[in-house]
């Protein structure tokens, strides 16, 4: 890979020369400016989603699976029981964090392509009283799928159940507001829409999920991570320092852009000239436009013996594009990104790299 590659993948993803540029210096974890970034960032994460006083925002060490992990052992309690929300991966991966902490918990699962159901969801819950909690993927990254996020709220909160939403792939890319949509609790990390660099994930959450001693494990214990911050502004263990203040550099672009409507609209450009670009070289995207979010797009292998993902991939590589492999589960597929600090001109560029690296396969659809 080039120095100067652009990434067309789920994360990490491409950022702008000024959020690299903020890495640029050492802070001291307990020194007075490092704890004021600390506040300033907790508090503009939270205003991106407006959350009032019934919610806080408590950043975490590491990528976003560890925030989900966090989440799902600290504010879900060893008797409660979680009902997870499954159309790909990341909504099967919380399955597994369920394994491994000792959380009980059951699946609602619908096809790759098929969003959930708020009536059988409904349902669900009204016929398993037991069940607490309720976790769903907003933008599930395996499809590009946009999950009904307003309309699974709502049913959840009906039921007087808590929602867990795994907003990795839609913080800071599709609007939506806490004081509108009833949600408990959401996760998300600095390297996704938010245009910062990888090493930290944040969760937000009504407080009063946050109890003290329920969590499985020390280090990703969000009550106490919480509690530290609020008491001493100081982290609990050693803050990935510099990457917090990229991601406040990242969220003062994010401002100028003009917030989150803009990053959507710029995204949703993007990902449209994604389809469209990729349709007229002869690619399928695997969801229709009303199911696709401006995140991440899948598209079917080319349906010939001269096409391989392998060569497509180095290809594009070659030309300054890193693309991804698909993840479905019942048939080959490939993901191209539309996140990231990138323009319109360059996924026009994208598409270019495309067509040539088709020109340089032998051209397998003629
Ligand atoms: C990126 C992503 C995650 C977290 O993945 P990490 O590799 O741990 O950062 C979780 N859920 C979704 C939907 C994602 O897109």
């Keep these: 890979m080039n120095e100067a590659s652009i990434l067309l993948t789920p994360g990490p993803l491409t950022t702008s020369d000024r959020t690299r540029a903020a890495l640029d210096r050492d802070w001291g974890s307990r020194e007075r400016n490092f704890m004021e970034l600390t506040r300033n960032l907790r508090e503009r994460l ?22 989900m992990e966090a989440s799902l052992g600290s504010l879900i309690p060893p008797d409660g029981k979680l009902l997870i929300i499954v159309n790909g991966v990341y909504g099967r991966r919380m399955g597994k964090m369920c394994d491994r902490i000792g959380r009980p918990y059951q699946l609602y699962e619908t096809p790759e392509n098929v969003p959930p159901d708020p009536a059988a969801i409904a349902q669900i819950l009204a016929a398993e009283g037991e069940i607490t909690h309720v976790s769903m993927v907003h933008c599930e ?51 996704k829409g938010l245009e910062g660099v990888p090493g930290l994930a944040f969760v937000i959450c009504r407080r009063s999920l946050l109890v003290a001693g329920q969590a499985h494990s020390l280090a990703l214990d969000l009550h106490d991570q919480w509690e ?69 797009v899948t598209f079917k292998l080319l349906d010939s013996p001269a096409f391989s993902f392998e060569e497509f991939y180095r290809c594009m590589g070659e030309r300054g594009f890193v693309i991804y492999p698909g993840k479905l589960t019942d048939r080959p597929s490939f993901r191209i990104g539309c996140m990231g600090a990138i323009a319109p001109s360059d996924m026009h560029d994208a598409i270019a790299a495309a067509a040539s690296a088709l020109d340089d396969m032998g051209n397998p659809l003629s």
């Design 141 to 191: 990254t395996t499809s590009g799928m946009l999950n009904p996020l307003e309309a699974v709220a709502k049913v959840v909160a009906e039921a007087g159940c808590h929602l867990l939403v795994d907003a990795m792939s839609s913080f800071g890319i599709i609007p939506f507001s806490l004081a509108q949509i009833p949600i408990a609790a959401l996760m998300a990390s600095a390297n």
């Design 228 to 296: 530290v911050l609020e008491r001493t502004g100081q982290w609990r263990y050693t803050p990935p320092t510099q990457v917090l203040a990229a991601l406040m550099a990242a969220l003062e672009q994010l401002d100028e852009e003009g917030g989150v409507k803009a990053r959507y609209e710029r995204y949703r450009r993007l990902c449209e000239i994604l389809r469209q670009g990729m349709e007229e070289l002869g690619f399928e995207p695997f969801l229709p436009p009303d199911l696709q979010a401006p995140a991440i």
């Design 46 to 67: 939270l205003a991106i989603v407006e959350g009032n006083d019934e919610y806080t925002c408590i950043p975490l060490q590491g990528s976003g699976t560890f925030a």
